[in-house]
């Protein structure tokens, strides 16, 4: 008996042997998951501190963040320059559906920020780069660093489409990997008329930096392909991109004019000037060739309004008989947007109404390709790929031209030509008659068409051309 009650008695310590260690043990790993908490918070407290204004590289918006980590903690550590490995969108696709998600634009809170402070001319959604000191600048600052220029009113309304521009005497093509001389100026040397060297350098500096956030992934092999739109005059070593409804017949009359081809732009039919075959393009020498002159001429493109140019162009190929793209463009397009179309519609592909052009330039099936006259500027030219010297603005077309045209050495007589030998009764396209050709679509289209040339719009620092777009 007494030997039973013994049994029970060492039974029963045991039992309190085995549960007493899992008691420690969940103390235990309770107490180490509560440190380890602890030090990983205090560990991102460090790092968020370590992030000053000094050091910090900003995340310009929500769109920086992946998608599943833009919450709580992780949201917080993007908008305060903690990077998060995320990748830079590269397509227009996926910016302009990624916009839509978030129903705001790229930097939206930073532009809605801004508008309470500053009375800006320059878009801030067109500059992330930017957008930090923008926050922190009053407004007599601003108005003091727009003085400080000494610009005239001509370079006042440059400003309003160049980008904030850093007071430093540096070469234009400091950062160009062309050492031609004739590509260098000089910021402090005097400007021709009242364009700045400045406003170039800003504008090179913006293209630079749309690049580096977009575009970082893409090849940077130069082919036949990329340069298969630049225009070739070797006596003063010019390589100009063509962008059609930017000036672009004129400035390949001057080429010729330069290459002593013509005695003046304005004896030059327009049929001579695009089908006579007289300028060479790039992609018609080798490799060594090709590479020689990307690297030793100046490399010129002029860009303008992507919505103007793409108005300009559907009123010169389909409002005004064209056969060649009636033919060819006109006959599918009327063919598969139009309802119930006529015989003679079919047959001739006359009368493509706007609506139905904006229905062929968004459609992923198209029935037709693209064309040069409607394609992005930033795939006609690459200018991710060709560090171009100057870009040039459609909007003070003369002056910038005439400048680049000194720039490059040419003769003072010769100067870009300014008249419209191509249905010269027409008015010329202006943002008025672009708003009203929009009004013809719906707002959801505007938007679509707005996406499609969005990176022309952030590299060429456009602003939006309507306030319902996003």
Not at 263 to 274: E, F, G, L, M, R
Request: charged residues 25%; glycine residues 6%.
């Amino acid at each position: 008996m007494l030997w039973m009650k013994w049994k029970i008695v060492v039974d029963s310590l045991r039992g309190r042997r085995r549960r007493l260690p899992c008691s420690l043990w969940f103390l235990l790993l309770f107490a180490a998951g509560g440190l380890v908490l602890f030090i990983h918070q205090r560990d991102l407290s460090e790092m968020v501190q370590q992030q000053g204004p000094g050091r910090r590289r900003p995340c310009f918006s929500t769109s920086s963040c992946p998608r599943s980590n833009c919450g709580n903690t992780f949201l917080t550590l993007c908008l305060t320059g903690v990077k998060l490995g995320s990748t830079p969108r590269q397509s227009r696709e996926t910016l302009s559906t990624q916009d839509r998600e978030r129903g705001k634009p790229d930097g939206y809170q930073d532009h809605r920020a801004a508008e309470g402070s500053l009375s800006s001319p320059i878009p801030p959604m067109q500059f992330p780069h930017f957008e930090a000191s923008r926050q922190t600048a009053t407004t007599g600052s601003r108005e003091q660093d727009i003085g400080s220029l000494h610009v005239s009113k001509r370079q006042r309304k440059l400003l309003k489409t160049s980008p904030p521009i850093n007071h430093t005497n540096k070469n234009v093509s400091s950062s160009s990997s062309s050492p031609s001389s004739s590509s260098s100026v000089s910021s402090s040397s005097p400007a021709l008329g009242s364009f700045s060297p400045n406003i170039l350098e800003a504008r090179r500096k913006l293209m630079k930096e749309i690049c580096a956030k977009y575009k970082s992934s893409i090849s940077r092999t130069i082919t036949r392909h990329h340069v298969k739109h630049l225009y070739v005059e070797d006596k003063y070593k010019l390589l100009y991109c063509q962008v059609p409804k930017a000036g672009c017949s004129n400035w390949k009359r001057t080429l010729m004019v330069l290459a002593g081809q013509a005695p003046n732009a304005q004896s030059i039919k327009h049929d001579t000037v695009h089908y006579g075959h007289h300028l060479k393009t790039l992609d018609n020498f080798d490799r060594q060739g090709i590479m020689h002159r990307l690297e030793t001429y100046t490399k010129v493109m002029f860009v303008r309004e992507p919505l103007e140019r793409m108005v300009s162009a559907y009123r010169d190929k389909f409002e005004n008989p064209n056969n060649y793209y009636h033919s060819l463009f006109g006959k599918p397009i009327i063919s598969k947007y139009r309802v119930n179309p006529s015989r003679a519609a079919l047959k001739t592909g006359s009368g493509v109404t706007f609506k139905e052009f904006v229905q062929y330039l968004l459609d992923v099936h198209r029935p037709v390709g693209m064309d040069i006259h409607w394609e992005q500027v930033n795939q006609l030219c690459n200018p991710c790929l060709i560090d171009y010297d100057f870009i040039g603005k459609f909007e003070n077309m003369e002056e910038e031209s005439n400048f680049v045209l000194r720039l490059t050495g040419a003769p003072p007589n010769i100067t870009l030509p300014n008249f419209k030998d191509r249905n010269p009764t027409d008015t010329r396209t202006s943002m008025q008659i672009t708003q009203k050709y929009f009004s013809q679509v719906s707002m959801l289209e505007r938007q679509r068409v707005y996406d499609f040339y969005y990176m022309d719009y952030l590299m060429f620092n456009y602003s939006k051309p309507f306030k319902d777009l996003y």
